[in-house]
């Protein structure tokens, strides 16, 4: 497959397979995408986990925090975190995004990448507790950061989504089966960016 080219208005690769994925940017205004940033920065209570790799155990990097209703706990490998209490502004984030995703959301993961340095590797978000069919709605504040999916049988078909400060991006039943995403390091000088991914643990 040809090396997809990025559409800088709509911020995301030509024949972007939108039965998976709805990408829409501007869903919060910049100074409300500003405020949200710098709260969720200052008063999340981030944690860096560890990932353990043939006996040895690697930061993640990136810092994330858990965020939901009372019994969401989130299960990783050796350990269990449990859910903060919702914040108002989660909740109202939540309720904006719930009308347009379809799904009634009962916690959400707070990824924040400090630079350009962080990121996560290729992965599908497959967890048993999150069902066999799971949607995740996906908001981002600040630096514009590369989502990148590819196909679990061809790793030659891909597609980058550029997410944009204040955006949505829904990534719909049916992809995390079939396809892996990621967040890739970056050599360009990056700002902070943070991710609020919404879920329902079943």
């Known amino acids: 497959m040809e090396q997809l080219t990025l559409f800088a208005a709509a911020g995301q690769s030509k024949g972007l397979p ?21 709260k969720f920065i200052a008063e999340a209570p981030w944690k860096q986990t560890a990932l ?12 994330t925090a858990w965020y939901g209703d009372l ?8 350990r269990i975190s449990n ?13 904006i995004v719930e009308p347009l995703s379809g799904v009634k959301f009962n916690s959400v993961l707070l990824n924040y990448y400090r630079d350009g340095n962080d990121s996560v590797a290729w992965h599908s978000d497959k967890e048993s ?14 630096e ?12 030659l078909e891909k597609y980058s989504v ?19 995403h990621r967040i890739a390091k970056s050599v360009q000088p ?13």
């Open 144 to 155: 514009v950061r590369s989502f990148d999916i590819r196909n679990k049988a061809d790793h």
């Open 18 to 38: 939108t039965h998976l994925l709805d990408y829409r940017p501007g869903l919060f205004c910049t100074a409300e995408s500003d405020e949200y940033l710098r």
């Open 83 to 95: 859910p903060a209490p919702w914040t108002p502004e989660l909740l109202k984030i939540k309720a």
């Open 52 to 63: 353990k790799i043939k006996d040895k155990e690697i930061a993640t990097p990136r810092l």
């Open 129 to 142: 507790i999150l069902g066999k069919h799971p949607v995740i709605a996906s908001i981002s504040f600040g």
């Open 162 to 180: 550029r997410l944009e400060h204040g955006s949505l991006l829904l990534m719909k039943s049916g992809l995390q089966e079939h396809w892996e």
């Open 190 to 202: 990056m700002k902070a960016r943070v991710n609020l991914t919404f879920r329902v643990v079943i």
């Open 71 to 78: 019994g969401t706990d989130y299960s990783h490998p050796g």
